[in-house]
């Protein structure tokens, strides 16, 4: 089946610290990928949808300006989690659409903020 | 985009089969139903996708009925590895990008 890869797994990094995580899709194009952010022993609430070539649509309540997307080619998509501060740790993923309507998810990362 | 509702949490043990049911009332015509396993610090991953009546795979079986306003999600004959929180997701078959709300999640525990 169609792969997503996500990277890194796990950062930990200071308070002010920007952390940029990747979203590859390895093996098909992907015009759309979307972030999500889980907190422990919740469900996953959508943040953003990254559209490749133009501005990224972020969920009400979402920053902009803390979660900056990038989709820059069809299989690849960056969040930017800028002046990262302790209530931003928190277990990141992203999803790229393959065929029949499936998402395929990467293997998410786990950011703590200290 | 049609809400879901599951069950928060189920118990069961090796070998049992096991069914998760979700409800959608709102679902609409073009939408399909999809669901996907979760384990602790991972993405989730497609389990079946369906639009009505049965569908079955190598790992679950769906069962919808003919109003399509709820699902079943059967394992058959779980082990411990199964333990995980399942989703049910509904949305419009044509634009995978409309398939994107999660609700809770049913978090399913498999005793020894």
């Known amino acids: 089946g169609a792969v997503v890869s996500q990277h890194p797994s796990r950062v930990i990094c200071k308070s002010g610290t920007s952390v940029k995580i990747e979203c590859r899709s390895l093996?098909?194009?992907?015009?759309?990928m979307f972030w999500y952010r889980q907190f422990p022993k919740q469900s996953l609430m959508l943040m953003a949808t990254s559209n490749e070539g133009s501005k990224a649509t972020y969920e009400q309540g979402v920053e902009k300006d803390k979660f900056l997307i990038n989709h820059a080619s069809l299989t690849l998509s960056t969040l930017t989690v800028a002046s990262a501060h302790p209530e931003d740790s928190s277990f990141y993923i992203c999803?790229?659409?393959?065929?029949?309507?499936?998402?395929?998810f990467g293997s998410g990362t786990q950011l703590s903020v200290l | 985009l049609a809400k879901t509702t599951q069950p928060i949490s189920m118990d069961s043990y090796e070998g049992q089969e096991v069914n998760i049911t979700c409800s959608h009332n709102?679902?609409?015509?073009?939408?399909?139903i999809t669901w996907y396993q979760q384990f602790p610090s991972q993405g989730p991953r497609f389990i079946i996708q369906g639009y009505k009546t049965k569908v079955t795979n190598e790992v679950a079986s769906l069962f919808i009925p003919a109003d399509r306003k709820s699902s079943t999600l059967s394992l058959p004959r779980v082990s411990l590895s199964d333990t995980a929180v399942y989703y049910c997701l509904v949305g419009d078959g044509n634009n995978a990008g409309n398939m994107l709300t999660f609700g809770g999640g049913t978090r399913l525990m498999v005793k020894p």
């Open positions: 093996d098909f194009q992907a015009t759309t």
């Open positions: 709102n679902i609409a015509t073009n939408d399909y």
């Open positions: 999803s790229a659409g393959g065929t029949n309507e499936k998402l395929f």
